[in-house]
């Protein structure tokens, strides 16, 4: 199960960042200039917020066969940040976290190593995602969880987080 856990996040990851690297600025993004955010308060740590003018902000949403992907992520320019994926989107409400959810997953990225990378995937973890606006083009809402580091008891607990991310 271990094993099945960390191949389906290392695969996730993989397709995020092909997603990320295939999109240009050509391809329809909203460049209209409403500002994109990602903040969340991290216990123990403080507030991290990335804004598009500093820092590395990103959307995807991919459809096929009635299935919806959403992938989300803010990083600061320290390497700190956020990152959201919901395997089961289906428009703006709630989607819950944890282990007994692992299609839906939050992640507090501490550091550039995987042992600094605190995710909703593992068991002990929980929290939610409330999209509040999706106009096709844009995605707004909020963000909280409790995070683990795979094989040990160490967890973060992420609140009063919010996102405003233009889709690629």
Known sequence: MKHSI???WRMALVGFFIAFMACSSEDGQDVSGAA??????????????????FDTISGTKVGAAGINVVVL?????????????????????????GFGNIANTATFIAGASMGEQYSTAYQGTSGKIV???????????????VGKVNNTSSTHTVTNGSFKVNLQ
Not at 36 to 53: L, R
Not at 73 to 97: A, E, H, V, W
Not at 131 to 145: I, M, P, Q, S, W
Request: hydrophobic share 30%; no cysteine.
């Open 6 to 8: 960390q191949l389906l």
């Open 36 to 53: 994109e955010e990602f903040t969340a308060t991290v216990a123990g740590i403080g507030t991290i917020s990335a804004s598009k003018d």
């Open 73 to 97: 992520q803010g990083t600061d320019n320290s390497g700190k940040g956020f990152m959201i994926r919901m395997s089961t989107y289906n428009g703006p409400g709630t989607y819950d976290l």
């Open 131 to 145: 999209v509040t606006a999706d106009d096709g083009k844009r995605l707004e809402g909020t963000f909280e969880f």
